[in-house]
């Protein structure tokens, strides 16, 4: 386990908190495929960096779909953890993403309020009508920061942290994120990664009581290398 399996950068660290820059394909938690998750990569990072003995507490304060790189944030402390959720609960935490589309957003700058129900089955979130009595609010706010070569890059301001969030509110919008093939993109890539990243996430320390702001590089791909003089790190 750990490094001979991948390798993920660590972008924050502290006695209380630690961060990743998850890559596209890795999960955060495990799942019934099997497969090493983002989770136990943390772990055994701390446990031989801090030659720790037994069992190393961790857990994650928020999740990203496996397709989605980016800013991946731990509690390494049952006080962080408690007081991290509370900061998450009061809205008091600012998450931040971009995302490429091929088509152009309606209006080019905007704040989405959907209802969204998932279907555990498919594992897929549909918009449905406000009233139903399955569906959670999720909001986020949008602006187009570049087009080139037909492409749009977004700024996202996620204001709730609903499952496929991002994926469903774009898509519903008219304009799924490319490589997203289960929220209607025209092509899947050929490693099944979507382009929506994690770029950054503020808020005030939960226990130094400082200003934090942890960000994270888009991946290497050719679509976000395009961009890079509107990525702002």
């Known amino acids: 386990m750990g490094k001979e399996i991948y390798s993920v950068e660590v972008i924050y660290e502290d006695n209380h908190l630690i961060a990743f820059n998850k890559p596209n394909g890795v999960l955060v938690q495990g799942d019934k495929t099997g497969d090493v998750p983002l989770l136990d990569y943390a772990k055994d990072y701390i446990k031989h960096k801090y030659n720790k003995p037994g069992a190393v507490f961790l857990n994650s304060v928020h999740r990203l779909d496996r397709p989605v790189s ?8 049952s006080k962080a953890l408690t007081r991290m959720n509370k900061l998450i609960a009061d809205r008091e935490v600012s998450k931040y993403y971009y995302a490429l589309v091929s088509e152009l957003p309606t209006p080019m700058k905007g704040t989405l309020v959907d209802y969204l129900v998932k279907n555990k089955k498919s594992n897929r979130v549909k918009v449905v009508k406000k009233g ?6 999720a909001e986020l706010s949008y602006e ?10 977004l700024k996202i301001d996620l204001k709730t942290g ?4 991002i994926r469903a509110q774009l898509s519903n919008l008219g304009c799924p994120i490319i490589g997203d093939r289960k929220y209607g993109a025209n092509k899947r890539k050929y490693d099944y990664s979507i382009m929506l ?15 934090i702001l942890i960000r994270s590089k888009c991946p290497s791909y ?12």
């Open 162 to 165: 609903r499952p496929h969030q």
């Open 222 to 233: 050719k679509e976000w290398l395009q961009f890079k003089d509107y990525l702002k790190f």
């Open 132 to 137: 139903d009595k399955e569906a959670k609010r």
């Open 144 to 153: 187009i920061v570049a087009t080139i070569n037909g492409i749009h890059l």
């Open 197 to 211: 990243h994690s770029h950054s996430i503020s808020f005030v320390h939960p226990v130094q009581g400082k200003k």
């Open 70 to 77: 980016g800013t991946v944030l731990f509690a390494r402390t």
